[in-house]
C-alpha cells in the first residue's frame, strides 16, 4: 500500500506531497492543473521510461519519491535485498530523478538500483488503469490475459505445462526442417569428406614432414658441391699431400712442440702452449667430423631426390586442396571424421526426429487441450461475474461473452482464440469490444472485470486514471459504488473529473493551481468538511459556490456515506 507519494519539479506541479493511505482516494482539480501528473509521478516509481519533458520549465531535474507500507516476507522485501536495498520495519522508500536532459537514476530501499528494479517490483505494487489499458482491453492477448488470471494458479501451470512441451515440439520440428531440407548439400558435404579422407589416409602426412623435406631437397640437390668443399677441407685440416705440403694439424702440432722446447726458460709461454694443445684437439674433432660427414653423403643422392621430390609433390598437393597448411591437411583428417560420422547418421536422426515430432505434437495437443478446457471454465466463471457487475453498474441486462475458439493450428498461447464480447442488452447480438464498445462501455467493462478478478489478486493497490471517461450520472454514482467496494479488499486511488466517483472516496486530494509566474505552480490539497463539498460542486457545476451545486454535492457525499453504511 502506499502511504505517500511526494513530487517535485514534475511537468505544472512544483512541489506537492500525496498523502494516501489505505482506503479509497479520489483526485481531482481542474483541467491543466496536473491531475494526470499524480499518474506520471507514480509510473516514474514504477520504472516506466521518462522523458526530459516532464521536467518542469526551468528546473535542473524532477524528482519523485514513494513510501510504501509492504508485506515483511514478500517478494518485494526479496527484491529490495537482491538490488542491495532495505526495508525498515515493512517501510519501502522508492526514488526516481529524471535530469532535464532525459538522464535518470532511481534509488530503491536507500540504494542506487538499475531502472528495471523499479520494473521488477511494480507487478507487486501497483495495477494501474487507464485510457490505453482500455485500448489494451480490445487486444486478443489482453483478453486471453484476463481470462487466464482469472484462473489463477490451476490454469497458469497448464499454460506454463503447455508452453515446454510446445517449445519441444517446435524445436523438433527446426531439427527435422534442417535436415530434411539440407539432405542433398549435406550428402554433397560427406562425399567431399569421404574423398578428402581418402586422399589425405593414403598420403599419411605427419606434422612438420614437409619442412623436413624442403631442407633435404636442397642438400641433395647441392651433394656434389657438399662433397668437393668437405673432402676439400677435410684434407687441409689433417692429410699431409704427395707434394709434401703439410696440413693443419701437422702444423699446429709442429708449433706446440717448438713453444714446449722452450717455455721452461719463461713462464708467460705455458699459457700458448695450452692454447696449441686446445687448437690441436679442435681441428683433429673438426676433422672427425669432417670426415663422417663425407662417410654419410650417400653416392645414389639422384634417387633419393627423386623420392624426396616426390613426396613434397604429395604433401604440396595436399596443401593446395586442404591447406593453406599441412596442418590444416591433417587436422581435416580428424574433424572431418566426426563431421562425416554426424552426416552419415543422418538418415538415422531423420528417422528418429520423426518419431519426436509426432510425439511431441501428440504431447502438445494433448496439454492444449487441457488448457481449452480450464480457460473455458475460467471464461463462464468470468462471464457470470462480470456481467453481474455490469448489471450494478447501470449497465443492466448487459452481458459479457467469453468465446474460446480452435485455432487453425498449435501457437504459443495454445489451440484457442480467446475473445471478450459484449452484448448490451438482452436479444442483441455478441459483438467485439474492439468493435462497437464505447469508451464508457469500456471504462465499466475494466471495472467490472478488476472488481471480479481483484479477490484472486496479491496487487495491493489499483490505480484508475479518468476510468470514468464517457460516463455520466446514475452511471457514474454505481462506478463510485464499485470502486469503493474494492478499496474493501485494497487500496484505490482514481483520478476523476466526476463528483458521482469522489463522492464516494475516504479520502480527497485535490489539485490546485495558481497563475503567478510564467509556469503554472501545482500543489495538492486535502479536502474535508466544507472545502470538499465545494470542490464536489465545483465538479458538479463548474461553482464552488452555487448553492444548487453545494446542495446538489452534499447530496451525494450523503448518498455515498449511506451506501458506505449499507456495505458495512
Known amino acids: 500500500m502506499i502511504e505517500e507519494i511526494s513530487i517535485r519539479d514534475l511537468g505544472v506541479i512544483g512541489r506537492a506531497t500525496l498523502p494516501l493511505g489505505p482506503g479509497f482516494t479520489a483526485v481531482t482539480g481542474e483541467t491543466g492543473a496536473g491531475k494526470t501528473m499524480v499518474v506520471t509521478a507514480l509510473g516514474l516509481l514504477l520504472g516506466q521510461r521518462a522523458e526530459s519533458g516532464v521536467v518542469r520549465s526551468g528546473s535542473p531535474q524532477a524528482v519523485v519519491d514513494g513510501r510504501w507500507l509492504v508485506p515483511a516476507d514478500g517478494p518485494v522485501v526479496e527484491r529490495v535485498a537482491e538490488a542491495g536495498g532495505d526495508v525498515d520495519d515493512g517501510e519501502l522508500l522508492l526514488s526516481r530523478v529524471v535530469s532535464a536532459e532525459g538522464r535518470s537514476r532511481a534509488i530503491v530501499g536507500g540504494r542506487a538500483a538499475p531502472i528495471g528494479v523499479l520494473g521488477d517490483l511494480a507487478d507487486h505494487l501497483v495495477v494501474v488503469h487507464g485510457q490505453s489499458e482500455q485500448i489494451r482491453l480490445k487486444s486478443a492477448s489482453a483478453q486471453r490475459a484476463a481470462v487466464d488470471a482469472h484462473g489463477g494458479a490451476p490454469l497458469a501451470a497448464a499454460a506454463a505445462s503447455y508452453r515446454s512441451a510446445y517449445d519441444a515440439w517446435l524445436a523438433a520440428r527446426a531439427e527435422l526442417d534442417e535436415i530434411t531440407r539440407d539432405r542433398d548439400a549435406r550428402r554433397a558435404e560427406a562425399d567431399a569428406l569421404r574423398e578428402a579422407i581418402t586422399e589425405i589416409e593414403g598420403v599419411a602426412p605427419v606434422a612438420g614432414e614437409l ?65 696449441l694443445t686446445e687448437v690441436s684437439v679442435q681441428v683433429s674433432e673438426t676433422s672427425s667430423r669432417l670426415s663422417s660427414y663425407l662417410g654419410g653423403l650417400d653416392g645414389d643422392a639422384a634417387g633419393d631426390l627423386e623420392a624426396v621430390q616426390t613426396r613434397r609433390a604429395d604433401l604440396n598437393g595436399l596443401v593446395r586442396r586442404h591447406g593453406p597448411t599441412l596442418d590444416d591437411a591433417i587436422r581435416l583428417l580428424d574433424d572431418g ?107 465499466r467493462v475494466m471495472l467490472a472485470l478488476e472488481v471480479v478478478m481483484a479477490g484472486s489478486s496479491d496487487v495491493p493497490t489499483f490505480v484508475f486514471d479518468e476510468v470514468d471517461a464517457g460516463v455520466g450520472g446514475s452511471a457514474a454514482i454505481e462506478i463510485g459504488r464499485r470502486l469503493a467496494e474494492l478499496a474493501d479488499r485494497a487500496q484505490v486511488i482514481v483520478v476523476t473529473h466526476l463528483a458521482q466517483v469522489a463522492a464516494f472516496a475516504t479520502n480527497h486530494l485535490r489539485v490546485v493551481k495558481d497563475a503567478s509566474g510564467e509556469v503554472t505552480a501545482s500543489s495538492v490539497q486535502q479536502l474535508d468538511g466544507d472545502e470538499r463539498v465545494a470542490e464536489m460542486a465545483r465538479l458538479l457545476s463548474g461553482l464552488p459556490d452555487s448553492t444548487s451545486g453545494l446542495d446538489h454535492a452534499r447530496e451525494l457525499l450523503d448518498l455515498a456515506r449511506e451506501r458506505a453504511d449499507t456495505r458495512s
Open 211 to 275: 619442412d623436413e623435406l624442403d631442407a633435404a631437397a636442397e642438400r641433395l640437390s647441392n651433394a656434389e658441391d657438399l662433397r668437393l668443399a668437405a673432402g676439400l677441407a677435410h684434407e687441409i685440416l689433417s692429410t699431409e699431400a704427395v707434394d709434401g705440403t703439410r696440413d693443419v694439424l701437422g702444423l699446429v702440432d709442429e708449433a706446440r712442440r717448438q713453444i714446449d722446447r722452450v717455455a721452461p726458460h719463461d713462464p708467460a709461454l705455458a699459457p700458448i702452449a695450452e692454447l
Open 337 to 443: 571424421s566426426r563431421r562425416l560420422l554426424e552426416l552419415d547418421g543422418d538418415d538415422d536422426r531423420l528417422t528418429q526426429l520423426d518419431d519426436e515430432v509426432r510425439e511431441f505434437r501428440a504431447e502438445a495437443e494433448t496439454r492444449a487441450a487441457r488448457l481449452t478446457e480450464l480457460r473455458r471454465a475460467s471464461g463462464a466463471d468470468l462471464s457470470e461475474g462480470v456481467s453481474a457487475e455490469l448489471g450494478a453498474l447501470a449497465m443492466t441486462g448487459a452481458e459479457i461473452v467469453v468465446e474460446v475458439s480452435p485455432r487453425d493450428d498449435l501457437g504459443t498461447s495454445g489451440a484457442d482464440v480467446v475473445s471478450l464480447l459484449l452484448k448490451p442488452h438482452p436479444g442483441s447480438e455478441p459483438r467485439p469490444l474492439g468493435k462497437g464498445a464505447s469508451g464508457g462501455e469500456l471504462s
